[in-house]
């Protein structure tokens, strides 16, 4: 079975830019979910989506967005990019319902905005 | 709400030392733990998990025991390798509500 993949791998945009990152889950996973990683904040929850609804959101201002599509493949949006934006964007994906299932995580997306 | 506390690091050890984690949690009902290790460059994978009270999750030598009544999940090794430098993760998952600890940087010296 294929693993999580997310596309693409590095991107380097400037400051006021905008950038959509895109995340294909494990076949048959339908819940979706997104991560900021820093060095300094660490791994930070962005949002989640199921069934092509969000279900659960961080704290993160409006500029980051996201939409699942039937398919169960997410894309992640961020708008007006800022350098503190500069992370590695993780995207993982799980069997829905229940806290018996893990998630499991694509090699991420690696956003420099200069 | 839920959340994870975990050791913080950076820990170095030498070759074939015991590796102890240390995990803690806070969660109404009936969490999910797990263990993650993330490899420089790469996302984060799962190395074992633990559904119920005094479950053991083990995988490649690492166990860690679901202690309900010390709220703890602690990773432990017996015999650490240089190939398991990385950055380990504790996470709980509770009602869909998935948490991550901050994570801790395990340098193992040959």
């Known amino acids: 079975k294929a693993g999580v993949t997310q596309t693409p791998r590095y991107l380097i945009k400037t400051r006021g830019q905008q950038v959509t990152l895109s995340c294909s889950p494990i076949?048959?996973?339908?819940?979706v979910s997104w991560y900021q990683q820093t060095p300094g904040q660490g791994l930070q929850f962005l949002f989640e989506y199921f069934s092509e609804t969000q279900r659960n959101k961080g704290n993160f201002p409006g500029r980051f967005s996201g939409r699942q599509f039937s398919n169960s493949r997410s894309e992640m949006n961020v708008s007006t990019l800022e350098l503190g934006d500069s992370a590695l964007y993780l995207c993982a994906s799980s069997l829905p319902g229940g806290n018996n299932y893990e998630q499991y995580f694509g090699p991420g997306t690696r956003l420099t905005v200069t | 709400g839920n959340s994870v506390t975990q050791m913080e690091g950076p820990v170095t050890l030498s070759e074939e030392a015991f590796l102890t984690i240390n995990c803690t949690y806070t969660?109404?009902?009936?969490?999910?733990l797990f263990w993650y290790v993330q490899y420089p460059g790469e996302g984060l994978q799962l190395l074992l998990k633990?559904?119920?009270?005094?479950d053991k999750g083990s995988n490649k030598g690492f166990e860690a025991t679901y202690r309900k009544e010390t709220t703890s999940f602690h990773l432990e090794k017996g015999s650490v390798q240089v190939s398991d430098s990385a950055v380990y993760f504790c996470a709980l998952r509770n009602n869909n509500d998935m948490r991550f600890g901050a994570g801790t940087r395990l340098t193992v010296k040959p």
């Open positions: 969660a109404t009902g009936y969490p999910s």
């Open positions: 076949s048959g996973h339908r819940s």
């Open positions: 633990a559904t119920k009270a005094d």
